[in-house]
């Protein structure tokens, strides 16, 4: 019976744990998520724009390529 109740107090350890990492990994990914969106409306912004093409563009390269990175780290933690 000490061996069940060790059991369970190393399960609940486990459990209580992760769900703590769990709700921090959730913050992190909103944080990440809202920063994204940040960019995404800058992008968005700049884009429409049609004054000194070639530095609009390389910011959007630059940012685009950000967003995109963003995104990929965003799947990938959701897909562990």
Do not use: P
């Amino acid at each position: 019976m000490a061996d069940l109740d060790e059991l369970k107090q190393d399960l609940k350890q486990m459990r209580d744990e992760l769900n703590l990492k769990m709700h921090l990994a959730s913050l992190e990914m909103k944080e990440e998520w809202e920063e994204l969106e940040e960019k995404m409306e800058s992008f968005s912004s700049r884009a429409g724009l049609e004054t000194s093409r070639e530095s609009v563009g390389e910011a959007l390269d630059l940012l685009g390529g950000e967003l995109k990175q963003g995104y990929k780290r965003l799947i990938a933690a959701l897909k562990d």
